[in-house]
DNA sequence: TCCAACTTTAGATTTAGTCTAAATAGTGTG
DNA sequence: CACACTATTTAGACTAAATCTAAAGTTGGA
């Protein structure tokens, strides 16, 4: 019944974000149709049920949900495409404060488990990315604010 | 010495791309700055030393370097950021052909190598996607062309 | 009831990337 | 070399994603 509704609340009491209608309709939304949907996606399904949204909205909403937790990003937050040169194989360390992008040194993935995950899809390539403090902004050098050199 | 010039230029033949100044000066380029840079960033870079060189061009030049590929895009090629209400921990399936995302079933990785791999940074969040062919698309339902659904 | 902080809004603006039609630069043939 | 043909580059128009802004609306607490 409605018991999505008392969950949905509660998850909003849990984290201590303020819930307003449109950051509930937006969360609502997502977790009913549980797809990987573009803010354009969400902002078509639910402006057109509820005239009190706007697209401005829709990205603050999103922004909230996922600083709160109750929502994640996909597939690299929309910024500027990025290219590599170094084909060795490797993975990547992207820094949540400054945004940098880091080499690490590449390690082996448990091929028996991946398979199996896969199912039958036919995987051309694994991307690894691991998210979190570079060494550089933990050492206080908290310097540029947003996506850096 | 010109060393670098000699590999680059073995690297086009290789691959059958065609070696025109403008990619060359690209791929050059990234290849001397090991950096993750942005399009822009190589505009500005190359386009000072050598006017001969458009913003379109660079767009060009790098989609047919990753196409041969001699470069790598890293992070989410630049389309619109996705949201994922589904906070269970699983993995991501991308299609190359139709651009779905798909949830694929978790699997544990090798922390060890993980944690070696990261040195001291400290790691908040790991993501892995696969990319490669869907079911559908294997199945011939070559239908949408672009980013779907 | 009143205030201050927070949130939403429409629309302007910025940014990344694509597209277009014309100009330019190879490539192969004779 | 002349020619035709194809591939590539170009400037700038265009589109799409996201952010910003300033004003209006909402809320919770003193
Ligand atoms: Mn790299
Ligand atoms: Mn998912
Ligand atoms: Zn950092
Ligand atoms: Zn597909």
């Known amino acids: 019944?409605?018991?999505?509704?008392?969950?949905?609340?509660?998850?909003?009491?849990?984290t201590g974000l303020r819930q307003t209608p449109q950051r509930y309709d937006v969360l609502a939304?997502?977790?009913r149709h549980r797809k990987h949907a573009t803010a354009e996606e969400i902002?078509?399904?639910?402006?057109?049920t509820n005239q009190r949204l706007s697209r401005a909205?829709?990205?603050?909403?999103?922004?909230a949900l996922v600083e709160s937790g109750l929502v994640r990003p996909v597939a690299g937050e929309g910024a500027a495409a990025r290219?590599?040169?170094?084909?060795?194989?490797?993975?990547?360390?992207?820094?949540?404060?400054?945004?940098?992008?880091?080499?690490?040194?590449w390690f082996d993935l448990p091929s028996k488990a991946m398979q199996a995950a896969a199912g039958g899809r036919s995987v051309r390539q694994v991307?690894?990315?691991?998210?979190?403090?570079?060494?550089?902004?933990a050492r206080g050098k908290t310097k540029q604010a947003t996506a850096s050199v």
């Not at 019944?1 to 509660?10: N, P, R």
């Not at 991307?127 to 902004?137: D, P």
Request: proline content about 0%; aromatic content about 10%.
């Open 29 to 31: 939304w997502l977790v």
């Open 1 to 14: 019944m409605s018991d999505v509704k008392a969950q949905l609340q509660e998850a909003f009491e849990r």
């Open 43 to 48: 902002f078509d399904a639910v402006n057109r």
């Open 83 to 105: 290219f590599d040169a170094t084909l060795d194989r490797h993975h990547h360390f992207i820094c949540d404060r400054c945004g940098s992008i880091e080499d690490l040194t």
């Open 57 to 63: 909205t829709v990205y603050n909403a999103l922004h």
């Open 127 to 137: 991307e690894i990315t691991l998210h979190g403090i570079c060494q550089r902004c």
